[in-house]
């Protein structure tokens, strides 16, 4: 039994436990780039069902298909198969942390192709492209509508499903540092914790890890970064880049500069904080996040990402210079924009 108080409606709750127990093969899929509310989510309820007899299928579609170094101690993971093995029209699929179908990646066509889409998020920006919807923008994270499907579906939350969502509630949180935590999320951590799972474990792995060649990349991209105090209607942006060639230099992989935009947002003089990531194809993932006075998934929502008020994304195929003058335009006050 869980505290939390759903915005999701009974009928979508008995719709999507009804699909769910109908299910053999049910086919769980999050959004590209996972992070660790998209991977917990989708491994918590894949373990969980899997259990039961199941045969679970989970992927994400990546071209280049590789769980992040940091998350590679949440469990479940043997659940995973590359996109092309994934089921072309699955009579059950369910997707987790993605707010658009877009962010399916490779997986997109896919839930264009299957039976039922059973989509569940925490995403305000959330599309509702699925023929069901458990969408909470209320939870602190995805893994805290997981934890409540696991439940109305009676299934048990042992160490590693509680591994799996704790995971993604603790990111999510900011370790309940973000104004999203709640009280239903320190009660939820509660019950996770109860299951034995270890916390500075988890943190470690998350938080308190890193190649040394991160810090020389780091450096680099600290080394270029820039303030603008007059952006975003006088309430300052700080900004910075890092390049496939920076990372290249120094052997880092991708997903080791992901929290890059945790280090920059920290800039007293700057509202809005942006870090865009040059991928191994070429193409840029732009990180955003803001004190709480700009809205920034409305901007990252018009260039076709999403997120939360205060943390968002999106990807870009531009040059550098013409995202952050799209980005500019778009976080500037509607008064001021031209």
């Excluded at 089921?87 to 990646?105: C, K």
């Excluded at 104004?179 to 998350?206: K, V």
Aim: net charge negative.
């Amino acid at each position: 039994m869980t505290t939390n108080e759903s915005a999701v409606g009974e009928a979508d709750w008995r719709r999507a436990t009804e699909l769910i127990r109908a299910a053999d093969t049910p086919a769980l899929a999050c959004h590209v780039s996972p992070d660790a509310d998209a991977l917990g989510s989708m491994l918590g309820l894949g373990l969980a069902l899997a259990r039961t007899g199941k045969k679970v299928v989970a992927s994400f579609g990546d071209r280049v298909f590789a769980v992040p170094r940091l998350l590679r101690f949440v469990p479940g993971q043997h659940l995973l198969v590359e996109p092309s093995a994934y089921p072309a029209e699955p009579d059950l699929m369910i997707t987790f942390d993605a707010s658009t179908m877009e962010r399916l990646g490779l997986l997109a066509p896919h839930a264009g192709k299957a039976g039922e889409l059973l989509v569940i998020d925490h995403h305000v920006s959330n599309t509702r492209f699925g023929t069901v919807h458990l969408v909470d923008p209320g939870a602190a994270s995805t893994t805290m509508v997981v934890e409540e499907l696991i439940n109305r579906l009676g299934l048990t939350i042992d160490r590693e499903v509680a591994t799996c969502l704790y995971a993604g509630l603790v990111t999510d949180t900011g370790s309940f540092r973000h104004s999203i935590t709640s009280p239903a999320a320190h009660a939820m951590a509660g019950r996770l914790l109860a299951t034995g799972l270890r916390p500075e474990e988890i943190a470690r792995d998350l938080w308190d890890r890193s190649p040394f060649a991160y810090l020389r990349v780091l450096g680099t991209a600290l080394g270029r970064a820039a303030l603008e105090p007059d952006a975003v209607g006088g309430l300052g942006l700080v900004w910075t880049y890092v390049t496939r060639a920076d990372r290249a230099a120094e052997d880092l992989p991708y997903d080791e500069v992901e929290g890059m935009i945790d280090v920059v947002r920290r800039v007293d003089e700057a509202e809005v904080a942006i870090v865009l990531k040059e991928d191994d194809e070429g193409g840029w993932n732009v990180s955003t996040r803001s004190k709480g006075a700009v809205d920034v998934a409305r901007a990252c929502a018009a260039l076709g990402g999403g997120g939360h008020p205060r943390a968002a994304g999106f990807s870009s195929a531009l040059s550098v210079a013409d995202t952050m003058a799209a980005l500019r335009l778009l976080l500037a006050p509607e008064g001021s924009r031209s």
